[in-house]
């Protein structure tokens, strides 16, 4: 191995803290080791994030790594959060569909209480958003983070200005074991340059889950710097440019695997750097309504019938923040009084984290919400989804993450509030 | 016959038939229905990609250019390997991923199923090779397409 360790790293690698130690830290340097790195660096973030949430009876050999690890004493120097419950029974579903869940799922109580032995913040503390202000996972710009979860990681590179790769499911609890990760890639500043510039030229505001798609399918691992946006994002980071920008990152990481991206005058780094980011030699791509529409033309419809009346509907993967459980309930509202009904014309679950969900009971909008027939949840509709009872069932959702993942269909979120409100059947 | 070199990620021999995916590949989008409902062929069912979708994976040579997706992409990985689901050998048109990377990695150092993986063998390795021929890798990182 030539990566070059401090003598408290090579120690462990070694041995000295035990073989489940040392592997985990071989782990680690094999993975720097395939990127070049020369060095491990601190992990300086607070706190980190897992993206192993769900207690999958089938996922046995990730379960009896976490025993030998809990048995080792190899535990997470930093309490975590972790993406989101895969089971609420709020969350319509039919017998069948809950006998399966149980089967498939048998194994969430042993996995949390793993989660718990390995430095889990709390019982609250799973959902994929979780650097909310309701949450307080929030990394610092400049921070090191040992984090996975897609839209986590490429949210807090992008946005915070924080410092991580993105990290598979295990490898992340390993660097916050050891307290240590690789440098390379996105922890570099050469690694952290645009080698694509996208320019946006639509005539409205595009639809930040089919922008992030596009460019997502295009730039693929690479790192965007995307100009155009100025007219309706503005240069300051606000609640509304910071939930676009959630939406966006999700859908670049899922249809691509995008783990940073800079907006010109918006996002921290380009605002302080600008085009001084882009690396000699990026490439251009050009999004106007047309590539948008080309895009969104191409997403399959798996429906075994194609024009089946919806059973479901969610918003929110990943999962909503506190303004838009607002907004969304005012809209629905609206849209609903204008078609001259009470509820919702489509089952239809809005899913946010439970330190939000929390903040929004105590707003009149939940009372509101409430109202309209709509339930509000905690679950990943990801891990909903993922069964083949489910994954029958002519689900929509404005979510490009669970399109990709599910046989959901794909609706812009102006589409979806026709359906959910009965304007559109 | 074309040969092409690459970089070893995981070292190893073998000789398998070769699936090709021409698109990303989506790690959890393609196995997890086989990982969820114990296909032991590990099926590929991501229905983004066409040139993999509904094909077996397990005991093949997957041919690709990059991973892409959720981070769960190398827990998956290594799943597959512990439960014996998994192609034999990855080969990259590109450098490596960090997500397959850690995928190969952790099949190699916490299970008994390695995955000999090479990358960087260039966009003419994708354009030469077709699913179904045979692809043999040698331990310094020559791989054979016939």
């Known amino acids: 191995m030539t990566m070059k360790l401090t003598e408290e790293q090579q120690q462990i690698l070694d041995g000295g803290k035990g073989e489940v130690h040392a592997k985990i830290m071989k782990t680690l340097v094999m993975y720097g080791e395939a990127f070049g790195a020369e060095e491990m660096v601190p992990v300086t973030g607070k706190r980190g994030h897992l993206v192993t949430s769900f207690g999958l009876s089938v996922m046995k050999p990730v379960y009896e790594l976490m025993d030998q690890l809990i048995e080792a004493g190899a535990l997470s ?36 209480a793993q989660l718990e032995k390995l430095g889990i913040l709390g019982d609250d503390a799973f959902t994929c958003t979780c650097y909310m202000d309701e949450v307080g996972n929030i990394p610092q710009r400049g921070e ?187 809209s629905l509202a609206e849209a609903l009084a204008a078609q001259g009904r009470s509820k919702v014309a489509v089952p239809t679950v809005f899913t946010a984290a439970p330190g939000v969900l929390e903040a929004f009971e105590q707003t009149a909008e939940a009372t509101t919400l409430k109202a309209l027939g709509v339930v509000a949840s905690y679950i990943c509709p990801l891990m909903y989804m993922n069964n083949p009872l489910c994954g029958k069932m002519p689900v929509i959702t404005n979510s490009n993450k669970l399109r990709t993942y599910t046989t959901a269909r794909y609706y812009t979120s102006a589409e979806i509030l026709q359906r959910i409100s009965g304007e559109v059947h | 016959m074309k040969q092409f070199k690459g970089r070893v990620v995981v070292p190893g021999t073998v000789q398998a038939e070769a699936l090709v995916s021409h698109g990303g590949f989506n790690t959890l989008a393609s196995f997890q229905k086989s990982l969820m409902f114990g296909d032991k062929n590990a099926t590929c069912s991501d229905q983004n990609n066409p040139d993999l979708n509904g094909k077996p994976m397990h005991g093949k040579a997957l041919c690709l250019p990059q991973t892409i997706g959720s981070t769960t992409g190398g827990m998956v990985l290594y799943c597959a390997a512990a439960l014996s689901r998994q192609p034999v050998c990855l080969l990259f048109s590109k450098p490596i991923d960090s997500l397959a990377a850690a995928g190969v990695i952790l099949a190699d150092v916490w299970t008994d199923a390695s995955m000999p993986t090479v990358d960087t063998l260039g966009e003419e390795f994708l354009e030469a090779v077709q699913s179904g021929m045979t692809v043999t890798i040698e331990e310094n990182g020559v791989v054979t397409v016939e």
């Open chain 1, 144 to 330: 090191v983070l040992s984090w996975a979860e897609s839209s986590a990681v490429v949210y807090a590179n992008s946005v915070c200005g924080a410092r991580c790769n993105r990290n598979s499911g295990i490898l992340e609890l390993f660097g916050s074991i050891v307290g240590c990760v690789p440098s390379f890639g996105l922890l570099t500043n050469e690694g952290r340059k645009a080698s694509w510039v996208v320019e946006v030229r639509t005539t409205a505001r595009p639809e930040a889950q089919v922008l992030g798609s596009a460019i997502g399918m295009k730039v693929m691992e690479d790192v965007p710097y995307v100009k155009g946006l100025t007219p309706w994002l503005g240069t300051e980071l606000t609640q509304e440019a910071k939930d676009y920008l959630k939406d966006f990152g999700a859908a670049t990481a899922s249809n691509g695997a995008v783990g940073l991206y800079h907006i010109a005058d918006l996002t921290p780094e380009a605002a302080e750097q600008g085009e001084a980011l882009i690396a000699e030699g990026a490439q251009t791509y050009v999004v106007d309504d047309a590539e948008l529409e080309r895009v969104r033309s191409n997403y399959p419809v798996i429906w075994k019938e194609r024009d089946a009346a919806p059973k479901l509907c969610f918003v929110g993967c990943p999962h909503l923040s506190l303004a838009q459980l607002q907004d969304w309930t005012k």
């Open chain 1, 77 to 112: 120097e930093q309490p975590f959060s972790v993406d989101p419950r895969p089971l609420d029974k709020h969350v319509p579903a039919n017998l069948l569909q809950n006998i399966f869940f149980k089967v498939m799922y048998s194994k969430q109580t042993d996995y949390e």
